[in-house]
């Protein structure tokens, strides 16, 4: 059964760099095809895609938010961290993990329960 | 960048009716696209992928079609428990969600 949880700062202070971490089990991201993502949602509206990265160590980032985030995975601890530079009010919101299916063109099956952030 | 535009924003219906939501994409994405539902204070959950197929555990009455740029989630008899906001997700180039639809009790 595969599961992720995020864990993170609750509150952060404009101008800080934010760092999340995922934690997941049940399967191993040196897996073929396998990916883990960032995804985050500010009060009341949509999702937004912010990063990926796959078993190889390749990454995919959001154009808007590229020069901001950086995101790294630690296979022996089953971990993927995500850092977000230069905080701001508009970067609250809920940030969810997620599994990438390993299949060619996989989304994403299963999501973590997300960590709230507040930046204030 | 790949745009995804859902419609309606907000649907109010009853329980029993037939509920269809639309999401167009500004490019074509093939039909990589996937469906979720989402509840208040709950992660996503995927109920389709690939435009059409239904996820495993995803009951029947949720469908999916549509190919290019021009997509339609049916939900055939809603439930109680299929209140909540859908989102389509274009995966053909990186990943976009549209804006949500909240499909509210009428």
């Known amino acids: 059964q595969i599961t992720l949880k995020e864990s993170g700062p609750t509150l952060v202070k404009p101008t800080q760099t934010l760092t999340l971490t995922c934690n997941f089990s049940g399967f191993s991201i040196s897996t073929s095809g396998v990916g883990v993502a960032w995804i985050r949602q500010p009060p009341g509206k949509a999702l937004e895609w912010l990063a990926l990265i796959y078993w190889d160590g390749d990454k995919r980032y959001s154009p808007s938010l590229k020069r901001r985030l950086t995101i790294t995975q630690d296979t022996s601890k089953s971990q993927v961290v995500l850092t977000m530079t230069n905080m701001g009010p508009v970067d609250t919101g809920t940030y969810y993990c997620?599994?990438?299916?390993?299949?060619?063109?996989?989304?994403?099956?299963?999501w973590g329960q997300g960590t709230v952030v507040t930046v204030s | 960048d790949v745009q995804m535009t859902q419609s309606p924003s907000t649907l109010s219906a009853s329980v029993g009716d037939r509920v269809t939501i639309t999401c167009r994409a500004s490019?074509?994405?093939?039909?990589?696209l996937a469906w979720y539902q989402q509840k208040p204070g709950r992660a996503p959950k995927l109920l389709i992928y690939?435009?059409?197929t239904l996820e495993s555990g995803v009951p029947s009455r949720f469908s999916g079609s549509g190919s290019d740029t021009e997509f339609t989630l049916t939900i055939s008899s809603l439930q109680p428990d299929d209140f909540a906001t859908y989102y389509c997700?274009?995966?053909?180039?990186?990943?976009?969600f549209g804006q949500g639809t909240k499909v509210e009790i009428k």
């Open positions: 490019l074509t994405v093939s039909d990589w």
């Open positions: 690939r435009a059409s």
């Open positions: 997620a599994h990438r299916r390993p299949i060619t063109h996989g989304t994403f099956d299963i």
């Open positions: 997700q274009q995966y053909n180039d990186y990943w976009t």
